[in-house]
């Protein structure tokens, strides 16, 4: 099955900042923390980057943690006028992939990413974390993924069919691998191999719950129904909808894997 190229991949997602929002389930608290406390954070004051920060759900629990300053590294020219609204002059913001953005070295604490670092060249992007962290810095990159990796739940089982047949994202990892976030020896040997030590890697579990536009919007915000025309895209969300007002009785109740990396630099 095709895949989604990483470049098409990051300027999907700002057509609908507020749609995007309201469907993404947001960012777990325990993850934000735990990346918070891996050992580089220390409280207000500690220099942060995050690699692409989306609408900000991440962005907001690591200033409410005391990142200052934050760097954002935004490609999406939509979501970054998104978060320039958002949070003004309380974070720095380039504009680039993370790839092709000048990054001062050794700047940084800690380097983060949620949900994102698919759609970043692996071995490039975390030669560039190596590089604009400090000796000692640490890097937290996680990912949070619908279902517990058994059976899929009954609204997988309703709505699958409408997606058959559509291009995949990186995320459903390699051919013959477990799905990308949780490809644990390939995520750990890349850091390894990148330059990193203690690399640790967790996963959490965790529920979420939508009403049926809320669903609608989860689904819209995915880039292999993002990317179709407007038409086809309209149909499957309007019968997701549907599906969840009528067999589900207007509330989905989903589990969520958030699968969290950790490692530092040497000092």
């Given at each position: 099955m095709p895949r989604i190229d990483r470049t098409e991949g990051r300027q999907l997602f700002g057509a609908d900042t507020a749609a995007y929002d309201l469907g993404r389930p947001g960012q777990p608290r325990p993850a934000c923390t735990r990346c918070w406390s891996s050992g580089a954070a220390s409280g207000p004051g500690t220099s942060v980057l995050e690699v692409g920060a989306g609408t900000g759900q991440a962005t907001r629990r690591l200033l409410e943690l005391g990142a200052d300053p934050i760097v954002v590294v935004e490609p999406n020219p939509s979501l970054a006028e998104h978060l320039e609204e958002l949070y003004g002059d309380r974070l720095e913001l380039v504009r680039a992939s993370l790839e092709e953005a000048y990054l001062e070295?050794?700047?940084?604490?800690?380097?983060?990413?949620?949900?994102s670092f698919h759609w970043v060249d692996e071995q490039v992007g975390l030669a560039r974390l190596f590089t604009v962290l400090r000796p000692g810095g640490w890097c937290a990159i996680?990912?949070?993924?619908?279902?517990?990796?058994?059976?899929?739940?009954?609204?997988?089982?309703?709505?699958?069919?409408?997606?058959?047949?559509?291009?995949?994202?990186?995320?459903?990892?390699?051919?013959?691998?477990p799905r990308h976030a949780l490809d644990r020896e390939r995520r750990v040997a890349a850091l390894v191999a990148a330059g990193f030590v203690d690399v640790g890697h967790e996963l959490a579990r965790w529920e979420a719950q939508w009403d049926s536009e809320g669903i609608r919007a989860l689904y819209g915000s995915f880039s292999p129904i993002l990317r179709l025309d407007e038409a086809d895209r309209e149909r499957i969300l309007d019968e997701i909808a549907r599906i969840a007002s009528d067999e589900f009785g207007g509330r989905v109740t989903r589990v969520l894997t958030t699968s969290l990396y950790t490692a530092r630099k040497p000092p």
């Open positions: 070295p050794r700047r940084f604490d800690l380097a983060a990413a949620a949900s996680w990912w949070t993924l619908f279902g517990d990796g058994g059976p899929p739940d009954p609204f997988i089982v309703a709505t699958s069919p409408l997606l058959d047949g559509l291009d995949t994202s990186p995320t459903k990892g390699e051919e013959g691998r």
